[in-house]
C-alpha cells in the first residue's frame, strides 16, 4: 500500500506534476501548429509561379489523388481578404451553413452545440430543390484546431456518409499574406467501400460518363485539353464547389446582413460558370429560385 505521507504523493507535489503535464501537452500543440502554419508559408512560396500561371483566372492551384480506398482533392488559393476578416468569418461553426449550403446537393445546414463540441447536421441530395426529410444526411463535428494572428485551422469530420461512404474530411487552412491578401488551403476527401464503389461505377458509366474534372491530362486532336474523368474528376468538381462556396461567402461578409444571401448565390453562381465545362448543371434561375427556397428553409429550421 502506498505510504500517505510519502513525499512523492503530496498533494501539492502531484499537483506541480499535473500542471507541468499540461504545460508539455500545451507546448507540444504550440509547436504542431506552429509548424502547420511554417507549413502552409512554404507551400506558398512553392506554388507561387502555378498560383501566377494556371488555366483558372485566378491564383489558384488545384490536385486530387486516389488510393484503392479514399479520393482527396485539395486547392490553394489567393483570396484578395485581409485574414483577420477571414479569421472571424470562418471560425464559427454556424457560419458553415451558410457556406456549405451554396453546393447545389446541399439541401439544409443546421449547426448545434457550444463552441467546444459544436456539430453541423448536412442534408445531402438531388440537383433540385428537394425536401430535407428525403436527402441524405451527414453528421459532421466541427472543430477549430488552430486560430492565432497568423494561422487558422477549421476541421470537419464525418465518420459515416450515404451509399457506404465514409471518413468525410473538409479542412480549411489560411494564413496572412499581406494586409488584404490570404493564403488559403482547403482540402475535401472522403473513404469508401464496395457499395460506394459500385455506386460511383453506375454513375460515371450513365450520367457521369461524359463529366470532367481540372486536370488537364493531354490536348485533344482539335486542340483544347483534354481533362480527367472518372472518380479524379467528381472529387476535383465537388473540391471546386465547396472552395467557391467559401470564397463567395467572403465576398458577402462585409455588406448588410440583409444583402448576404443574395450576394453570397449570385456569387457562387457566376463563379461556377466560369467553369461551365466541368461545373454547368441548371439554368441560373434556376440555381437561384432553388437556393433562396432552401435557404429560407433552413433560416426557419435554425430559429
Not at 132 to 149: C, G, I, M, N, P
Not at 235 to 255: G, H, K, P, Q, W
Not at 258 to 267: A, D, F, L, N, V
Request: charged content about 25%; aromatic content about 10%.
Amino acid at each position: 500500500m502506498t505510504d500517505l505521507y510519502d513525499p512523492a504523493f503530496h498533494p501539492a507535489r502531484r499537483l506541480a506534476r499535473l500542471v507541468f503535464v499540461l504545460l508539455l501537452g500545451a507546448v507540444a500543440t504550440s509547436a504542431a501548429l506552429a509548424q502547420d502554419a511554417a507549413t502552409l508559408k512554404e507551400r506558398y512560396g512553392e506554388l507561387t509561379d502555378r498560383l501566377a500561371n494556371n488555366q483558372f483566372g485566378r491564383p489558384l492551384y488545384l490536385e486530387s489523388a486516389q488510393t484503392p480506398n479514399d479520393l482527396k482533392g485539395d486547392i490553394y488559393s489567393v483570396i484578395e481578404h485581409p485574414y483577420p476578416m477571414v479569421q472571424q468569418a470562418l471560425r464559427p461553426a454556424e457560419h458553415w451553413c451558410d457556406i456549405l449550403i451554396l453546393h447545389l446537393n446541399v439541401k439544409g445546414c443546421k449547426s448545434s452545440g457550444g463552441a467546444g463540441a459544436s456539430r453541423l447536421s448536412l442534408a445531402v441530395g438531388k440537383k433540385y430543390d428537394q425536401p430535407v426529410d428525403q436527402a441524405y444526411k451527414l453528421e459532421f463535428a466541427y472543430r477549430v484546431a488552430a486560430s492565432t494572428a497568423d494561422y487558422l485551422q477549421v476541421q470537419l469530420n464525418a465518420d459515416e456518409g450515404p451509399f457506404g461512404t465514409r471518413d468525410y474530411r473538409i479542412k480549411l487552412e489560411a494564413v496572412p499574406i499581406d494586409a488584404q491578401r490570404t493564403f488559403i488551403h482547403m482540402s475535401y476527401s472522403y473513404g469508401y467501400g464496395f457499395s460506394a464503389r459500385m455506386a460511383m461505377q453506375v454513375y460515371l458509366s450513365t450520367i457521369g460518363s461524359q463529366k470532367v474534372g481540372f486536370t488537364s491530362l493531354d490536348k485533344k486532336p482539335d486542340g483544347t485539353p483534354a481533362y480527367i474523368g472518372g472518380v479524379l474528376g467528381l472529387v476535383e468538381r465537388n473540391t471546386m464547389r465547396y472552395y467557391l462556396a467559401i470564397d463567395s461567402y467572403l465576398s458577402a461578409y462585409t455588406l448588410p446582413p440583409s444583402e448576404q444571401m443574395e450576394k453570397r448565390i449570385r456569387t457562387w453562381y457566376d463563379a461556377t460558370e466560369r467553369y461551365a465545362t466541368q461545373l454547368h448543371e441548371m439554368d441560373r434561375d434556376e440555381y437561384l429560385e432553388m437556393k433562396r427556397n432552401e435557404i429560407r428553409r433552413q433560416k426557419g429550421q435554425t430559429q
